[in-house]
């Protein structure tokens, strides 16, 4: 009986065991095929080599700075240059020209009476200038009055800083008050400059076109040679369209170039560059040129 008892616990803790191993074995996380044995990953690790730690210590302030930035991960190097240029690329201030267009319409070229920095203040200048009442159209935005002699017109643009430069010719004096022809020598052209005193205010330039009946104005630029690349460019349009000849290059007013030339059909017109003070408007009244009979 004894041995028949041992027999029998025995089985039964035999079972128990298998039972026991069999729900330790459920309990462990599943390993895919794809993963190496326990052992093999074991000895892996022991013969695997690594780096010795690093201190992240920063470059001192005192260098300079390419050496700085050559220290610097170029993750950064990127991330603070990208910066640097989105703070110093600024946008394009917006002005208001004042454009003034005689009466009757189309007989006598229009002039720009100046360029100015918010609403209120070419509202003012066209005030100024005898502004008296909105035109039909100007009742409804308040770009357009009505002057004894014309029409007023509020136009908003953007100052360009980008486009064709071209190269300014040399500077001349005018003696009179006059444009001095660049291929006709001044009898007192070697008359010492006086030193120009450059002025405190902001300086805009536009590029016009005047015509026999009608002017208009290119674009409003942030430097000269911009405004002058402007002209040019605007009269190799109008050359490809029509014929263009007898041109002649002159110096207006403040030392301006500009450029003239016949229309075969259109009559003569000239490229030039204003110089415009911002908020300032042309101290002189409002001269109404004589007509000029068109050039065919």
Not at 18 to 27: L, N, S, Y
Request: net charge positive; hydrophobic share 35%; glycine share 8%.
């Amino acid at each position: 009986m004894g041995g028949r008892d041992n027999g029998y616990l025995g089985g039964l803790w035999g079972f128990a065991k298998r039972k026991h191993e069999a729900k330790v074995e459920e309990k462990k996380p599943r390993r895919s095929h794809s993963e190496p044995p326990a052992d093999t990953e074991r000895r892996r690790r022991q013969g695997k080599l690594h780096k010795p730690p690093q201190a992240g210590i920063k470059p001192p302030l005192t260098g300079t700075e390419p050496e700085r930035l050559r220290l610097e991960r170029p993750r950064n190097r990127l991330r603070k240059s990208f910066i640097s240029l989105t703070t110093i690329l600024q946008p394009a201030p917006d002005l208001f020209v004042l454009e003034y267009e005689p009466y009757p319409h189309l007989v006598r070229p229009g002039k720009v009476l100046g360029i100015y920095s918010t609403f209120d203040a070419v509202t003012l200048g066209a005030l100024k200038h005898g502004a008296y009442t909105f035109s039909r159209e100007g009742l409804l935005d308040g770009s357009e009055y009505l002057s004894s002699t014309g029409r007023i017109k509020l136009v908003q643009t953007t100052v360009q800083r980008s486009g064709m430069k071209a190269m300014l010719p040399p500077r001349s004096r005018s003696l009179d008050g006059e444009p001095i022809r660049l291929d006709i020598p001044h009898p007192k052209f070697q008359v010492d400059e006086s030193k120009e005193v450059p002025a405190m205010h902001e300086v805009v330039y536009l590029a016009a076109r005047k015509g026999p009946t009608a002017a208009s104005w290119i674009g409003v630029y942030e430097d000269k040679s911009l405004a002058w690349g402007a002209c040019l460019k605007d009269k190799a349009m109008c050359a490809i369209a029509d014929t263009l000849c007898d041109e002649e290059r002159s110096i207006g007013i403040h030392n301006m170039p500009q450029i003239s030339g016949r229309l075969v059909g259109s009559g003569r017109f000239t490229w030039m560059v204003e110089k415009h003070i911002i908020d300032r408007s042309e101290p002189e009244p409002i001269v109404l040129d004589q007509p000029t009979w068109r050039d065919v």
